[in-house]
């Protein structure tokens, strides 16, 4: 279940049975992935016409608006004395755990206004902005003097008094989920606190390039490297007690794993359709520091593509995906129906089908152009595209998000 080899099988599974004609929800209909795949690379070269796609990451989100925020960070950095790759890493990690986590849809409604460049954000944008400034602020930290961390002890102290003073949330600008935001982000709090081993003493996130890295003090190893599929499996496992609780095994929490009557595995697991959107978002963000540092990241394609509304979207409005019954799509629905579990389940497959479609499109290989620069250049902007194209950027099915998956 905390796998990516299971979240393929598993959704490669019920995309078979969409095409023999067994889903109650969806049909599939083949002809319509070449339209996608022209779609998301016409939209890839307007995005970089040099076809130089970095990865998909939180950390495009704190470059909205043309504007370097990382180099504000890292200069801000050195006037603290964060001078080591090792230090830099922990703090870029601590930036990108929390931000990722307070990723979830913000809604139509809500905007960020950057004091600075005088700029107005809103969805993933406007996030991951505030949340950069909340973070230099010191707002998840619990040392004044060092406000470039994030730690246990700030983190449980959040309220939502002040998660919404930082993200500028009002009654004429309401943020989707914040309360699910201040409590996943204390349920952070209280598991990096429960777990020096891995997250030090003061329960910091950029413990994990200690762990993953073999960083001691500030001391890279010059042969320090890291897949993939480890950053990930690391986060299920030490993370996993922050996500809600109704979705368990043997008293573990599953996190983002949902039922469906129609996927098989074995023992507890079967009936549960795992997606980890979340940890490999993050997973996905985390890549970037560690190179950063000097670690050499293998396995980039062992992640899979990210099952949200966007990625999702794309293949709803291509045409690739239709509802069986189109009046589905006025209904809401919740995280756990078996319609967007199966939604899902879909896009994650088709994902791994559409990459090389878009690569042989762009005339690049699967070494230039791995899933993480599909997406970023790529199948989540090409999402948006088509739903503001269609609907003036509502998603097409319409789910109530609770701050925590989408």
Known sequence: MRTTK???????????????????????????????????????????PALNIPFHSRWRHFEAGQVD??????????????????????????????????????????????????????????LGVASLHAFMAGLFSSEAEHPLQVDAQGLRRITSAQLAEAFQVTADNPLVGLEGRVVLLRRLGETLAEQPASFGPKG??????????????????ATAEVSAHDILAELLATLSPIWPSANQLGGIALGDCWRHAAVSGPGLSNGWMPFHKLSQWLSYSLLEPF??????????????????????????????????????AQQAWQAHDELIVEWRALTVALLDELAPLVRKELELSADTMPLACV????????????????????????IVSDGTVF
Do not use: C
């Open 6 to 48: 299971a979240v393929r099988a598993r959704a490669q599974a019920l995309l078979a049975r969409a095409r023999a004609g067994e889903s109650r929800w969806f049909s599939v209909d083949n002809s319509a992935m070449a339209t996608a795949a022209q779609e998301v690379a016409a939209v890839t070269r307007y995005n970089y």
């Open 204 to 221: 910091r996130p950029g413990g994990l390039f200690d762990v993953l890295a073999g960083a001691n003090g500030v001391a890279v190893p």
């Open 291 to 328: 190179s950063w540092a000097g670690v050499t990241v293998r396995g980039l394609d062992d992640l899979t593509g990210l099952p949200e509304y966007r990625n999702g979207g794309l293949f709803l409005d291509a045409g690739v995906l239709q509802l069986k019954d189109p009046r589905l």
């Open 69 to 126: 925020r990382k180099a504000v960070l890292d200069s801000a950095m050195g006037a603290k004395g964060h001078l080591h790759a090792a230090d830099r890493a922990r703090t870029w990690i601590d930036l990108a755990v929390v931000s990722v986590l307070l990723d979830a849809g913000a809604g139509a409604d809500w905007k960020y206004l950057e004091a600075g460049s005088g700029k107005s954000f809103s969805r993933s944008e406007g």
């Open 375 to 398: 997406l970023e250049g790529g199948t989540w902007a090409t999402g948006r595209v088509l739903a503001q194209r269609l609907r003036g950027g509502t998603p097409p099915l319409n």
